[in-house]
């Protein structure tokens, strides 16, 4: 039992690239997330998906698109990078509890550098 | 959208002592409240979490506290230990889709 990994660890990018970040689940969940965290200002969804075949728009979705390719992985691309994308990626999974809670279990992260 | 604030962004204490993080959130229809530990290279941990029907919740060192009214909930950590170092971030979330997270605090325990 993995948890959520996430591919790559680390990466760097000159400004325009584009680059597909993979996110996979092994505990069955239905909902998958993707967050940036940049110093200081904790972490940001840019995008979710509820469930497979649906995906929304986070907080911060500008330069980004996703895809729920089936129930356990979750994509998220990059088309033409820009150093304000420079941060780390977590993806997170979680499926609503017994108690009523909704534990997001995170992966362990992509140091995106765009130069 | 929601806006959550997070207070202090950083943490000293003796071991031993106690600790409270504070956060306050801006959308009254926010009704789950998630509290996290990431330590240095990881992820975020899932460490306690309150729901809005519910004021109080404790786990072993660890509990949490919503007060609704004032839209504002607390963790509380007794007796810290240097293993409890790492960042702390509070979320809210309504209804489990979008989360919106903290800015974090830093704790620090020195033995």
Known sequence: ???VTQTPKFQVLKTGQSMTLQCAQDMNHNSMYWYRQDPGMGLRLIYY????GTTDKGEVPNGYNVSRLNKREFSLRLESAA???TSVYFCASSERGVGGGN????????????L | GE??????STLSVQEGDSAVIK??????????????????????????????????????????????TAKHFSLHIT???PEDSAVYFCAASYNFNKFYFGSGTKLNVKP
């Open chain 2, 23 to 68: 956060c306050t959130y801006s959308d009254s229809a926010s009704n789950y409240f998630p509290w996290y530990k990431q330590e240095l290279g990881k992820g975020p941990q899932l460490i306690i979490d309150i729901r809005s029907n519910v004021g109080e919740k404790k786990d072993q060192r660890i509990a949490v506290t919503l007060n609704k």
């Open chain 2, 79 to 81: 007796e810290t230990q």
């Open chain 1, 83 to 85: 150093p304000s994308q």
């Open chain 1, 103 to 114: 534990e997001q279990f995170f992966g362990p992260g992509t140091r995106l550098t765009v």
């Open chain 1, 1 to 3: 039992n993995a948890g």
């Open chain 2, 3 to 8: 806006n959550v604030e997070q207070h202090p």
């Open chain 1, 49 to 52: 998906s509820a469930s497979e």
